[in-house]
Structure formats: C-alpha cells, structure tokens
C-alpha cells in the first residue's frame, strides 16, 4: 500500500523548505557570500503564495541581486516587496520594520550610501514599535550587522575563606 501526503503536509513542507532556504541565504549574505546566498535561495519551492511565504524569498532574492551589484533590478524587486506587503497578514509594526529594512539595505548598496528616491517615499512617514515586532523577523533580517561578540569568562570562584565587605 502506497501512503501518500496529505495536502496540509506537503504545504507545511514547502513553507518550510521556502523559510530554511531564505534563512541560509541570508546568513550567506552576512558572511559576503553572494553566490552561496543565491545557491541556497534555489532550494526554495518556485512556486509560493507571496502572502504566506513568498515575500521572504522575493526579499532575500532582492538582496542577493543587490550583493551581486545589480543595484537597479534589486531596487525594483525591493519596491515590489515593499508594495506588496500590504497583502500579508504580517502585523503593521512587522511591515513598517521589513519596509525600513529595504531601505537600509538599498542604501548600503548605493555607491553614495543613501536609498533611491522610490524607496525613501515609500518608508519615510512609517513608523513602528520596536517592541511589537516578531522576533523571528528580527532575527532573520536584522537592521544591523551584529558581530558575534566573545563570551566572557566567568569569574574565578571564590574561595570559601573569603570575607565579603
């Protein structure tokens, strides 16, 4: 007897291979690894609902096309992005958040360090709660790029005849 997947599983199952596969290549990204990025992005499933999941790979491919110095074609695909995410079911805060994480990624690609024109209307009067936004988006598109900082060692024991003042 053959058991085949249900519906439900196989959908789960892409959305999950689409958000492992937007995640390395982001991580590639960090690491200045363009071409890796667009490797990985190709484990992604080519067709995605943009609300549910395609948003994260449109994003992540915008990026990788402007790692890989096609600034005006990551510009374009970072707009699309940005005007469609009204479409998701992200929360306001969450796409004010992805919309300024455009720009700061437009802006670094840019030869003088400032977003297009497009981008900046498209994010300047936005504004949202740092404190409300999902810590998986967070985490996944950070604003910055954080270094790992070392741990630091734990302090010596104290010896049991001690005196404390």
Request: proline share 7%; aromatic share 6%; no cysteine.
């Amino acid at each position: 007897m053959i058991l085949r997947r249900s519906s439900p599983d196989k959908h789960r199952e892409t959305v999950e291979t689409a958000r492992r596969a937007s995640q390395e290549a982001m991580r590639a990204l960090w690491e200045d690894d363009a071409k890796r990025a667009k490797t990985e992005l190709t484990a992604a499933p080519k067709k995605l609902d943009f609300a549910e999941i395609g948003w994260r790979v449109a994003l992540v491919s915008a990026l990788v096309d402007l790692k890989l110095g096609k600034v005006k074609s990551g510009v374009t695909a970072l707009e699309k992005v940005i005007d469609r995410l009204d479409e998701t079911d992200l929360s306001r805060d969450d796409k004010g958040y992805l919309r300024l994480f455009a720009l700061y990624r437009a802006s670094e690609a840019s030869k003088d360090k400032r977003a297009p024109a497009s981008l900046r209307e498209r994010v300047e009067h936005f504004r949202f709660d740092q404190t409300l936004i999902d810590p998986e988006i967070k985490a996944d598109f950070p604003l910055k790029k954080v270094e790992d900082k070392p741990i630091d060692p734990p302090p010596p024991p104290r010896s049991s005849g001690e005196i404390e003042f």
